[in-house]
């Protein structure tokens, strides 16, 4: 994947580890990869007029607020990017919900390079 401007990208998950990983995957496709720990600091950062990414990945589980209510308040605001969420939730309710939210696609956890990769590709 090359431009003329690296695209970026915005990791929101309260794992470490876990964000880690994803920056390092979304290095790999050339993304300039910014990172936060919980929903509502991606909410407040949009709310402030500060967020402007081409794609953002989040978890559905997060102690303050959730992805499922991050992804919700984010399509409210009018964030017009594409949305990943990534879970390792089985509950088929939840996952419906995550993505009836307004993800763009939703994946098992752990995320790797054919799961990014086919949602990439998939404009």
């Excluded at 709310?47 to 990945?57: N, Q, S, T």
């Excluded at 959730?66 to 964030?79: D, F, H, M, P, Y």
């Amino acid at each position: 994947m090359t431009s003329a401007k690296r695209q970026s990208a915005l990791v929101v998950d309260d794992d470490p580890v876990t964000r880690i990983i994803t920056r390092g995957l979304l290095n790999y496709f050339g993304f300039e990869v910014s990172t936060l720990n919980d929903g509502i600091e991606v909410v407040n950062m949009y709310e402030a007029g500060k967020g402007h990414f081409d794609l953002i990945i989040t978890d559905m589980e997060m102690p303050v607020m959730n992805g499922i209510e991050a992804t919700k308040k984010l399509r409210s605001l009018g964030v017009g990017c594409k949305i990943i969420g990534v879970s390792s939730c089985d509950d088929e309710t939840s996952r419906r919900h995550f993505m009836e939210a307004g993800l763009d696609h939703l994946f098992y956890k752990p995320l790797n390079v054919t799961k990014l990769q086919s949602c990439l590709e998939n404009n």
